[in-house]
């Protein structure tokens, strides 16, 4: 049984041909293509930035198809159906990606994966919450976000994602602590 988890977690299955592909045989094909047309792996425009826009709109494009109950072109079920893409740019881990996302003409299309006026996924929210409690300013981090991403985040957006877990620490805090914690200390020198 773990040969076969093994070889699922280095493989994955063509949804097109119904073939193995070896994940790192693809990452290896896509970086020696990237490097061929001299694609950088970060940055704006770069390898990670183009994965990611393409996972992204492939999956939003999946959850309208769900919605809809049809595939893009196919016979629609109700009057409802796709109504063109409009753009928006989303800030992730690696920087701002620039997805479409697509719309339908009755307007009920909620995405899940990048929802309505939200541009940060969560993932940015977590690195925000790891730098304010290493002791950074909101200055701070938005140079480094700038510094690293390539992205503007403003103060205000910084202190309102704090903001967001400040009750939950407060509470955390103020927990009522149990009246013995064990303590043992270990010594050794090998």
Same mark, same amino acid.
């Given at each position: 049984?773990? &040969? *076969?988890?093994?070889?699922?977690?280095?493989?994955?299955?063509?949804?097109?041909?119904?073939?193995?592909?070896?994940?790192?045989?693809?990452?290896?094909?896509?970086?020696?293509?990237?490097?061929?047309?001299? =694609?950088?792996?970060?940055?704006?425009?770069?390898?990670?930035?183009?994965?990611?826009?393409? =996972?992204?709109?492939?999956?939003?494009?999946?959850? /309208?198809?769900?919605?809809?109950?049809? %595939?893009? $072109?196919? *016979?629609?079920?109700?009057?409802?159906?796709?109504?063109?893409?409009?753009?928006?740019?989303?800030?992730?881990?690696?920087?701002? =990606?620039?997805?479409?996302?697509?719309? &339908?003409?009755?307007?009920?299309?909620?995405?899940?994966? =990048?929802?309505?006026?939200?541009?940060?996924?969560?993932? @940015? &929210?977590?690195?925000?919450?790891?730098? *304010?409690?290493?002791? /950074?300013?909101?200055?701070?981090?938005?140079?480094?976000?700038? %510094? @690293?991403?390539?992205?503007?985040?403003?103060?205000?957006?910084?202190?309102?994602?704090?903001?967001?877990?400040? $009750? %939950?620490?407060?509470?955390?805090?103020?927990?009522?602590?149990?009246?013995?914690?064990?303590?043992?200390?270990?010594?050794?020198?090998?």
């Amino acid at each position: 049984m773990a &040969d *076969t988890t093994e070889l699922l977690d280095e493989a994955m299955i063509d949804p097109v041909t119904g073939e193995i592909i070896d994940q790192k045989e693809l990452a290896q094909r896509l970086l020696a293509q990237a490097k061929e047309e001299g =694609v950088s792996l970060t940055g704006p425009g770069g390898l990670l930035s183009q994965l990611t826009k393409n =996972v992204l709109e492939t999956a939003v494009d999946a959850e /309208l198809t769900e919605h809809l109950g049809h %595939e893009h $072109g196919g *016979t629609p079920i109700a009057e409802n159906m796709r109504n063109g893409t409009r753009v928006k740019t989303v800030l992730t881990e690696i920087g701002p =990606v620039e997805i479409e996302v697509p719309r &339908d003409r009755d307007g009920s299309f909620e995405p899940m994966i =990048v929802p309505k006026r939200k541009r940060r996924l969560d993932g @940015v &929210d977590q690195i925000v919450l790891s730098l *304010t409690a290493r002791g /950074l300013t909101t200055g701070e981090i938005a140079a480094h976000f700038d %510094e @690293v991403y390539g992205a503007k985040v403003s103060k205000d957006t910084i202190s309102r994602i704090t903001e967001k877990v400040a $009750g %939950e620490l407060a509470e955390w805090t103020s927990r009522p602590l149990d009246p013995l914690y064990p303590v043992i200390f270990v010594d050794a020198i090998r």
